[in-house]
């Protein structure tokens, strides 16, 4: 059937993720691996006392890499959402180390424009058993329009309320920091490492 002619559409509030794989992150996820870990060696509770760490702050070599890699992808970010104008922001980092059987509650994160994680190892998940609804090293993420798909109907872009991923290493996620989203539980004998981040809009103080 031909839609009229005259018609227009637009889509109403969007929610935009972006990914992508960084170059050289092959090399720079050895590095990085081996940087965390032993740095959560030294630091007790280092993935769960994200607020008062940031990575980015240290001066090795690999993570200003990926610090430049992360705010250019902000930056890439705010084009496509359609901003005209250069953003200015603070990024802040943390470590994510989840061992066997570690996983986040669903969560958001509040006081931030966007947040994105970094994938630096992301070990291979072991054959499901005998629960085939389990995702082990995904991530997912929440419409959040609260109960949208209530009305949803097939094939309208808003029946699934979930959209998981599964990360490989080497790649970037980046999204509103509003979007609620679950990390699944790590299933493997290896450790599962990431590096989170908010970007935070800078506050311009009245002169
Ligand atoms: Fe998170």
Redesign the pocket.
């Known amino acids: 059937m031909a839609v009229a002619p005259d018609a227009q559409f637009q889509r109403l509030w969007p929610t935009l993720f972006m990914s992508l794989v960084l170059p050289g992150s092959e090399n720079a996820n050895s590095v990085l691996t081996e940087l965390l870990l032993q740095a959560d060696d030294e630091a007790e509770d280092l993935t769960v006392r994200y607020l008062d760490q940031d990575i980015f702050q240290n001066p090795h070599p690999a993570v200003g890499w990926l610090r430049q890699c992360c705010v250019r992808a902000v930056l890439d970010y705010a084009v496509e959402a359609g901003l005209d104008y250069r953003p200015d922001f603070d990024v802040q980092a943390w470590v994510n180390i989840n061992r066997r059987g570690d996983y986040?509650n669903l969560?958001?994160?509040p006081h931030a424009w966007l947040?994105g994680?970094y994938y630096v190892a992301m070990p291979e998940q072991p054959p499901a058993g005998h629960r085939t609804d389990l995702n082990p090293g995904a991530i997912s993420f929440f419409d959040p329009r609260a109960q949208v798909n209530m009305t949803a109907v097939r094939g309208d872009g808003q029946f699934d309320p979930e959209i998981r991923r599964l990360p490989k290493a080497g790649e970037l996620f980046l999204w509103p920091s509003f979007l609620h989203?679950f990390?699944h539980p790590n299933l493997s004998d290896s450790p599962r490492i990431s590096i989170?981040f908010n970007a935070v809009l800078r506050r311009k103080e009245l002169s």
């Open positions: 986040h969560h958001n994160h947040s994680t989203h990390v989170s």
